[in-house]
């Protein structure tokens, strides 16, 4: 990946308002693979203390997102065909990570692995809470 395109992938996720609403962080961008963070906070969770369903859905989605501009050299925009999550395990923990990784680009079609993992910050840990394959397609 080139730095201009980090760039514009770094500059993106930055402008982004649901993003800074979730406090998200862009661990790793590269081509093919971008990895996001997002802390625990109460409006995401249910009354056991693990997030909710949607929150993983959300940033399965994005991250998926992510991934396929990563592999297009230019500047583009996609958008989600169809977006599917097994659910492993509750996810008690203090923070949701995010690693999506491009199985197969195309030329407008792309198909994107999720994993979800949850980490606990004092002992470091991670869990695999979630699996998600998404296909995205590039219209611009």
Known sequence: MT?????????????????KFYKAELLEVETDFVSIKIPKMEMMTRKAGMFNGAMIASLVDVSAGYAAVS???EDCYVVTVELKVNYLRPAMGDALV?????IKGG???SVIRVEIYIQNEG??????????????????
């Open 71 to 73: 592999h297009y050299p």
């Open 98 to 102: 995010s690693k999506a990784y491009v």
């Open 123 to 140: 002992s470091g840990s991670e869990s695999h809470v979630a699996t998600s394959l998404v296909t995205m397609m590039k219209i611009k």
């Open 107 to 109: 030329s407008r079609i």
């Open 3 to 19: 730095p201009e395109k980090k760039k514009l992938m770094t500059d993106s996720f930055g402008r982004s308002e649901t993003l």
